[in-house]
């Protein structure tokens, strides 16, 4: 059932899970996507994801995922449970907690799964033009946190500046465009398109051109792909944008957009931002 | 603890919850916000955060709700158990799941609380230009589902045309404009911006110009206000901006942003809905 094309492959060690039965699974947090205060939250969201996938009574691929992030997880072993809520004759709800021992719930997801079916089909939104990626070179990460190194960033629109010591005195353009892919390259599937969604930096730091302490409270992420769709992108890059609408009394939301080279947008995520300062 | 101006007011009915103890509450569904095969969605959504809202644990006001929509509620009585999942120094976090007796869970939700706090403020995103709400004409909705009669509508941009016998052959523009209020006019408060949040019309209606099935699986609401922002507002109505992004394999996305008169950013809103056709 797991779409794991490579189990040398850094994300699917990171979402790797061990059944224990009911619903239960076992996995552990992983250095390589290691961000400042605990995993990468893409991971968390996809590991999450991993869990109702691999559940016998699964049906469909992923329409919808809510994860909701508690509190850093710490390093090493956690549980996940994974309880069906309710099966229809094509969508199925799922409800998803991962623990860590005595620290409780660190984060926990819901997330929809349908049986996606031909009909009406209708893109209003559209891609924004941006050059090719072989043109754009990635943004250098090495040194950073260990989950930079696992994407290539190739930013087409408002690439990150230099961090100023103090924050911009003036607001800067939250929006950004970015080629983004993992590193290595690994064929995309709904795990991975679901941590792709979480990899744009807190616009904060594009707004204010300096790091802030920051962290997602929320992230929602609708896929509008089937398995087939994911298929032809493959491990090509996708052109992400992504923005913010408001900063106000302590968080910030952020909107992103997933597109394919070929034009078709293949999710759309939104997520609320807790920021100090 | 409940923000109810004034109980004879239908929405103060639709979201009225009496406690049992233990974080369970019992709620009936409302005539009044009657949709076409079960209670308007966004009573759904409000009634949900209201039983959080109302837990004797609760801390600060809701960040985020995302309500799932498992299965259309029969009329009558419901019951809901509401978990404090984790409450940090700020931020609180809450499962919050809807039964009817044997038809189970029918709608869940995650929701997040926070205590705001002052600090950076800024808004890219801009409200639309809009003519007054009393030089625009309400929609005329009698005779209609009942939650219709509930709000008042008044477009300023896109208007619903009279539907189609059959869906049009070319896809209509997605995005609209409205101000929307309560009917009767009711001061807003959380549980009635997250009923608002919902009362956009599905975005397929606009484009096919036709009236083909629709159900909302899953929707997510961003508070971006306090509940200073929200007294300001009090029952004035709100600008609301809503289109989308794409209808592919029977699903398609709804976004919404919801403004203030004086240019607030109050909320936004995603969704998933299911449509045939």
């Known amino acids: 059932v797991s779409e794991t094309a490579d189990p040398s492959h850094p994300f699917d060690q990171a979402i790797a899970l061990e059944p224990l039965g009911e619903g239960r699974f076992k996995g552990h947090t992983s250095d390589a996507y290691w ?19 691999l ?23 956690f549980e996940i449970h ?3 809520v309710r099966t229809n004759r094509s969508t ?16 926990f997801a819901t997330a929809v799964f349908a049986e996606r079916r031909p009909g009406f089909a209708h893109q209003p939104a559209r891609a924004p033009k941006a050059p090719p990626p072989e043109t754009v070179a990635p943004l250098p990460m090495r040194g950073m946190m260990a989950w930079l190194e696992r994407y290539e960033f190739r930013f087409t629109h408002n690439a990150p500046q230099p961090p100023l010591p103090e924050p911009a005195a003036e607001p800067r353009d939250a929006l950004t ?13 709904f795990p991975s ?4 969604a ?10 204010r051109q300096a790091f802030v302490p920051i962290g997602t409270v929320s992230i929602t992420t ?16 996708l052109l992400g944008v992504a923005d913010a609408s408001v900063f106000a009394k302590g968080y910030f939301d952020q909107k992103a957009e997933l597109w394919s080279r070929a034009g078709q947008l293949i999710a759309t995520s939104h997520q609320i931002v807790y920021f100090r300062g």
């Open 177 to 189: 465009h970015m080629w983004v892919n993992d590193k290595p390259a690994r064929a995309l599937d």
């Open 82 to 84: 994974v309880r069906e």
């Open 55 to 77: 559940h016998p009574k699964r049906i469909g691929t992923p329409l919808a995922l809510t994860a909701n992030y508690c509190a850093p997880l710490a390093k090493g072993a």
């Open 198 to 207: 979480d990899s744009f930096f807190g616009r904060i730091f594009h707004v």
């Open 92 to 107: 199925q709800h799922w409800a998803i907690e991962l623990t860590q021992g005595e620290a409780g719930t660190t984060a």
């Open 222 to 237: 609708y896929f509008h792909a089937d398995a087939q769709d994911l298929a032809a992108v493959g491990s090509a890059p």
């Open 35 to 53: 961000n400042f205060t605990g995993p990468f939250g893409g991971t968390t969201a996809a590991v999450l994801l991993n869990a109702a996938m």
């Open 193 to 196: 398109l679901a941590a792709i």
